[in-house]
């Protein structure tokens, strides 16, 4: 994701941290400070960074479950309106992916737990009962906000947490696809709510919704898409007859050769073996930065996907979006086979909708 950058790694995930979410941090602070003065400002950003840090663990749980599946993490990334763990393909398996889900709000009400037990060890004279996020006890407080982020993230909005449950309990019932149209549209109708709401209470809110109506739109296109795709195999849509290029060509000639053909991206040869991709925008690039000296194999992306020729089209897909190319080679034990755009992916989708 862009402005994310890395902090670290945990179990092997990588931990990124969205460039907002410090601006977010320092204006707490700021705020707290020239208000109430420096004591207030240094709890507040004490107690935003432990919140953030509830919220990694919160993502973790999902995470460590994926994990125990055999999914592997692209990482964990923190955003000022919560955590994503991006994890590459989610089984279609309403009770696996309801497992993965329930484990993120658990670790909230867990930790409210341990605070609670701990707190009232420690201190019994600390007061649980009120619900306060200013209590004056950085462990009351801490309770509370993780009982709040659990209690949040159940409610049933999808693309959060709650949403996905439900889009798996449905899901054992119904058809994928439907599942996720009927669980997005009570996303969107609780979008709505936020959105109000948050006029009224907290301007968060708003941007939360905002979020989740969006996304679950978007979500509901890929999974109808990815669906479409299941239907047909690279096979059908491979593509044969297409223009290549060898790393030591200069980029003057793809400008020379984009001329003749209709392709975007060039498939970079070397003694007949797929070894690299390059895409119009990155020849554009670097003429923009004149680069002219420079040669393919010095600009051409490196980590491309490779896929089997039995393969469907919508693993193909997936593949593709996972790495961020729009071209990949079709190809097993070294033989190429042809290549498979995302364009001719889309392309099919479309002419499945219209069946
Ligand atoms: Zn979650």
């Known amino acids: 994701m862009r402005w994310s950058f890395p902090v670290g790694r945990l179990f092997g995930i990588p931990i990124r941290i969205h460039f907002t979410f410090l601006l977010l941090l320092a204006f707490i602070w700021y705020a707290e400070t020239s208000v109430q003065g420096p004591g207030a400002g240094l709890y507040s950003l004490v107690f935003w960074t432990l919140i953030f840090a509830c919220v990694l663990l919160h993502e973790l749980g999902h995470s460590l479950v994926a994990q125990s599946y055999g999914l592997t993490i692209a990482s964990i990334i923190l955003l000022p309106i919560g955590g994503v763990s991006q994890i590459t393909d989610i089984p279609r398996d309403p009770i696996k992916e309801v497992a993965i889900t329930i484990a993120g709000p658990m670790v909230n009400f867990l930790i409210a737990g341990v605070l609670l037990l701990f707190g009232k060890m420690l201190d019994p004279s600390l007061q649980f009962a009120e619900i306060s996020l200013q209590s004056g006890s950085m462990v009351v407080d801490l309770f509370w906000a993780n009982v709040m982020l659990g209690l949040f993230n159940i409610v049933p909005a999808y693309p959060m947490d709650g949403g996905r449950i439900l889009r798996g309990i449905i899901a054992m019932k119904k058809e994928y696809t439907e599942a996720t149209r009927l669980a997005a549209d009570v996303g969107k109708i609780f979008a709505i709510g936020f959105m109000i709401a948050g006029f009224f209470y907290n301007w968060w809110l708003i941007l939360i919704g905002i979020f989740v109506f969006s996304v679950a739109n978007s979500e509901v296109q890929a999974t109808v898409l990815s669906s479409r795709l299941e239907k047909i195999g690279v096979r059908d849509l491979l593509i044969t007859d297409f ?113």
Request: aromatic fraction near 4%; proline fraction near 5%.
């Open 243 to 355: 223009t290549t290029i060898s790393p030591d060509e200069p980029l003057t000639a793809v400008v020379e050769k984009s001329l003749h053909t209709f392709q975007n991206d060039f498939p970079v040869l070397e003694n007949g073996r797929f070894v690299g991709i390059l895409t119009r925008s990155s020849v554009i690039e670097s003429l923009h930065h004149r680069l002219h000296d420079r040669r393919v194999g010095d600009i051409a992306k490196r980590n491309f996907p490779t896929i089997l020729p039995e393969a469907t089209a919508a693993e193909a897909l997936t593949a593709m979006r996972n790495a961020d190319v729009t071209v990949a080679p079709v190809e097993r034990d070294g033989i190429l086979y042809g290549i498979i755009t995302m364009e001719k992916l889309l392309e099919a989708s479309d002419v499945l909708n219209e069946k």
